[in-house]
């Protein structure tokens, strides 16, 4: 069984940054693609950002240019910096991944989610 633990999360001011953390443990074969989603008071989980095993990456237009994803695929680890930082951007953020015992099979995996919030 593989485990997702996030951390990072907390309490910030307009304009400020955040990193989040996003370890994966347990019995691991393989760690496909690896998203952060959020979800506000409210609203839809949404995708914030993804990155595949080789570093591609994507992103929400809400998030693009103020946010990076990225990964440590020896440590099996994704983060994701935050800068300039809105209201908006408050919500839980969940780490989620691919855990592939084969090319083809893959289960999919979430953390137990992290608050993020951001003062006006």
């Known amino acids: 069984q593989v485990q997702l633990l996030e951390s990072g999360g907390g309490l910030v001011q307009t304009g400020g940054s955040l990193r989040l953390s996003c370890a994966a443990s347990?019995?691991?074969?393989?760690?496909?693609?690896m998203r952060w989603y959020r979800q506000a008071p409210g609203k839809q989980r949404e995708l914030v950002a993804s990155?595949?095993?080789?570093?591609?990456?994507h992103y929400a237009d809400s998030v693009k240019g103020r946010f990076t994803i990225s990964r440590d695929n020896a440590k099996n680890t994704v983060y994701l910096q935050m800068n300039s930082l809105k209201p908006e951007d408050t919500a839980v953020y969940y780490c989620?991944?691919?855990?592939?015992?084969?090319?083809?099979?893959?289960?999919?995996?979430w953390g137990q989610g992290i608050q993020v919030t951001v003062s006006s």
């Open positions: 989620n991944a691919d855990h592939c015992r084969t090319v083809i099979t893959c289960v999919d995996v």
């Open positions: 347990g019995s691991i074969f393989s760690i496909g693609a």
């Open positions: 990155i595949i095993s080789g570093g591609m990456t």
